[in-house]
């Protein structure tokens, strides 16, 4: 499932999720459908939102399945009809289960059966008991059969973590085949490799740096009432009080600024100058008719407003690196442009790396 990617709203807050196939029993025809499963433990199948006790229930039930009856009509909505024939499946109900609530851990950010299982490896690595064996066993045996294969690489595959899981002189798991300690010496070296190229690996990634923020994501939501002081973060926000002289001109603030420069009227620009708020000048521009070539130049004249805001208020420029390297999450643009993909958020992340590496004396070209 991992690398399908879904998600939910709710209230304001995303809830991610990925998705796989399954068939739902529908008096004898199988119906091809999604089941959605979600960061929160929601799991949605067809028109039914359910818990993972639930889904073991229709699961049980045959309501849900991976396992059509050989000879039963297919159907995929508005696609295709099919009969079942010689019809084979790579997975039991039991293990689609341990698959979704393994996708539930690591969609909420917990360690799934895969990790359990690498850490117990570790384990056995540092501390080769008996005791760290059985709860390698255990971990192993704890991940989707399906997805035990692709613990390894692809030419050992799971190899490795059944030897390691077995003590010298019992058979291997899932073989007849009794594990020898030159086994157990093989599987050490495969992870002793593995351990060295991983870290080889990090070196070349992280190069330039961290992959990731190191610092907190910002979340900049709407005023209603009266704006903060800096420091407070609310004071990036393009709505923000703070006059911006550009193009010869002084604005209120920069959403005054923006919509002002995209009308192609004069007197029109200036009754936005003169709105009362920025919401008054958002409704002024939204009327009239805009500049040729707005909308391929518009991301620029935002950027270029927030750098002149900026630079002109010290203490605004000093919020805006005080959120260091962390993620701006906009919220309500006032534009559905900025407002789509978080654009507001990523262009106040641009302008922030652009002033922070001038401080830092970095060759960037003006």
């Known amino acids: 499932m991992t690398g399908r990617r879904a998600y939910r709203i709710v209230g304001e807050e995303r809830i991610d999720g990925t998705w796989r196939h399954v068939f739902i029993d529908n008096g004898g025809t199988y119906h091809l459908t999604d089941l959605v499963v979600y960061a ?11 818990t993972l006790d639930e889904l073991r229930e229709k699961l049980e039930s045959g309501w849900i399945t991976v396992a059509p009856s050989d000879g039963a009509r297919g159907w995929a909505h508005s696609l295709a009809s099919w009969r079942f024939a010689e019809a084979r499946t790579w997975f039991s109900g039991e293990d689609l289960l341990a698959e979704v609530a393994n996708e539930i851990e690591r969609l909420a950010g917990r360690p799934t059966a895969a990790r359990q299982c690498h850490e117990a490896v570790d384990r056995v690595r540092r501390e080769p008991t008996e005791a760290n064996r059985a709860a390698l066993r255990a971990a192993y045996l704890a991940v989707p059969s399906h997805e035990r294969v692709h613990l390894g690489d692809m030419d050992v595959k799971d190899w490795p973590y059944r030897v390691l899981a077995t003590a010298v002189g019992e058979p291997l798991i899932d073989d007849d085949e009794p594990v020898t300690a030159e086994d157990h010496h093989d599987a050490l070296q495969y992870f002793a490799e593995q351990e060295r190229r ?7 990634a992280h190069a330039d ?10 979340e900049l939501d709407m005023r209603m009432m009266r704006w903060p002081e800096p420091p407070s973060r609310h004071v990036l926000r393009a709505e923000y009080p703070a006059p911006v002289e550009y193009a010869g001109r002084r604005y209120p603030t920069v959403e005054h600024a923006y919509w002002a420069l995209a009308v192609r009227d004069p007197a029109t620009h200036d009754a936005v100058l003169a709105a009362a708020s920025p919401y008054e000048a958002r409704q002024i521009a939204v009327k009239a008719s805009l500049r040729d070539g707005w909308a391929v130049g518009r991301e ?23 959120t260091g390297d962390g993620r701006i999450v906009y919220r309500g643009a006032g534009s559905a442009f900025f407002g789509a993909r978080n654009r507001m958020g990523r262009l106040l992340e641009q302008v922030r790396a652009e002033f922070a590496a001038e401080r830092a004396g970095l060759p960037v070209m003006s």
């Open 40 to 50: 929160d433990g929601v799991i949605q199948c067809g028109l039914e939102a359910l």
């Open 198 to 204: 991983a870290a080889q690996a990090r070196e070349r």
């Open 209 to 218: 740096g961290p992959e990731t923020p190191g610092d907190q994501t910002v």
């Open 300 to 322: 620029a004249v935002m950027a270029a407003l927030h750098r002149a805001k900026f630079r002109q208020h010290p203490q605004l420029l000093a919020a805006l690196l005080a």
